[in-house]
């Protein structure tokens, strides 16, 4: 492993993150995205938007977080999933190595999170410093894809779920068999900044996590709730009123957003497991 081009580019990644929300708030339609992505500059308001959100709601649904039960939320950001979890009744520790008080660990100095269990940690967890077996969920958010080495995080990540303990992954970067993370990172916005994007076939996904010790994987789309190359086609606009309906409607509609999803380099998706 060559140790200095990981910290350059882990460095780069750190210091490119403010500069591409900076970035999005200059543009025409940044508003929609700033307010998609939970970016809002005031966090308490980000933070009731995320609270009240449909993925955080189907993440509760999925992962059961019980009052007292330890998390680790690895690529923390702004703290966000970490005050919910808390507000679950759940001891957070928060993991990030952005210390940036706009968009890392720093906001945990601004905001009044007296009533959130909340420790943030600056540190990495390819170099993990917890030892085994510590928490009962690891929680990451849009932070698996921004590996330097994706065996090596999974690995450390899994090792440190107790016996029958939940991992959950949002928002994680894949790509058909066909495309590649080259084409991923040319199309990517953010990488022009520093940021470390990358996707996975969901194939490579689930060896990693398999080689780690993870049971009873799964991974589901991410659908996005604004599409502008999709909101205004007519199969798009049949295939919803068939997901409104009941029975096979629905079927048809979960096979075709998986399937659209699935030919898209760069579509998202949640990666669920147990120890």
Not at 22 to 40: T, V
Not at 80 to 109: K, Q, T, W
Not at 126 to 141: G, Q
Request: net charge neutral.
């Amino acid at each position: 492993m060559n140790v200095l081009a990981e910290s350059d580019i882990k460095r780069n990644e750190v210091q490119g993150y403010e500069k591409i929300i900076a970035h999005l708030r200059s543009l025409p339609n940044g508003e929609q995205i700033i307010q998609d992505n939970y970016l809002d500059e005031d966090w308490n308001v980000a933070f009731e938007h995320f609270w009240h959100s449909t993925e955080w709601q189907n993440t509760v649904l999925m992962v059961r977080p019980q009052p007292g039960e330890w998390v680790l939320d690895y690529g923390a950001g702004r703290c966000l999933s970490s005050a919910a979890f808390a507000r679950c009744g759940c001891r957070v520790i928060a993991l990030d190595m952005n210390p940036s008080p706009y968009v890392g660990l720093g906001v945990l100095h601004q905001i009044a999170l007296q009533p959130y269990a909340v420790t943030g940690i600056l540190g990495d967890a390819e170099h993990m410093m917890f030892p085994p077996a510590t928490f009962d969920i690891v929680y990451c958010r849009e932070a698996l894809h921004h590996a330097y080495n994706l065996a090596e995080l999974v690995k450390n990540l899994v090792s440190v779920l107790k016996p029958g303990g939940r991992f959950y992954a949002y928002g994680e970067h894949r790509h058909p068999w066909w495309s590649s993370d080259r084409k991923f990172r040319e199309q990517h916005p953010a990488v022009q900044f520093g940021v470390n994007e990358h996707s996975y076939r969901e194939s490579v996904y689930q060896q990693c996590l398999k080689n780690a010790g993870l049971h009873h994987i799964r991974l589901l789309p991410v659908v996005p709730a604004h599409d502008p190359l999709w909101d205004n086609a007519w199969h798009h606009r049949l295939m919803k009123r068939l997901g409104h309906g009941a029975g096979i409607g629905t079927t048809i509609y979960g096979l075709y957003i998986r399937l659209r999803l699935y030919q898209m380099t760069g579509s998202q998706v949640i990666i669920i497991g147990h120890r």
